[in-house]
């Protein structure tokens, strides 16, 4: 698993992969929807989405004259189950880490009781 984990995140270490997934993440799309959404290339873009869906990442389908990329969520699983772990170490610290905070400055408790009024001066 960790050999996928390392090729997936090789792939994702580009930004532009990154984006096409954010944009496919919704819904299918042809490549010049991508094209136009990025600003890139459209050689560009068709060489991310290929390298994209080598790492498993995409599928494509044709839909007459136009082929529709969308994501593959299953690689992107294996990240998160990699990932999981190191999210529990990392909750366990900013729990600590605010209990710690807590400790050195602690909140003020609310009080329920009204504010005394200052008297009002009378003027003549």
Do not use: C
Request: overall charge positive.
């Amino acid at each position: 698993m960790v050999s996928q984990v390392t090729a997936t995140f090789e792939v994702l270490a580009e930004p532009n992969r990154r984006r096409i997934l954010d944009l496919l993440r919704d819904a299918e799309r042809p490549v010049g929807d991508l094209v136009a959404a990025l600003a890139v290339s459209q050689p560009a873009v068709s060489k991310h989405l290929r390298v994209l869906r080598e790492a498993g990442l995409v599928r494509v389908r044709g839909d007459a004259q136009r082929r529709l990329y969308r994501v593959d969520p299953e690689p992107l699983r294996a990240i998160d189950e990699w990932l999981a772990p190191y999210r529990a170490h990392w909750s366990a610290s900013l729990d600590a880490l605010e209990h710690h905070l807590d400790e050195i400055d602690p909140k003020p408790a609310r009080t329920t009781e009204p504010k005394p009024m200052k008297p009002r001066r009378r003027t003549r």
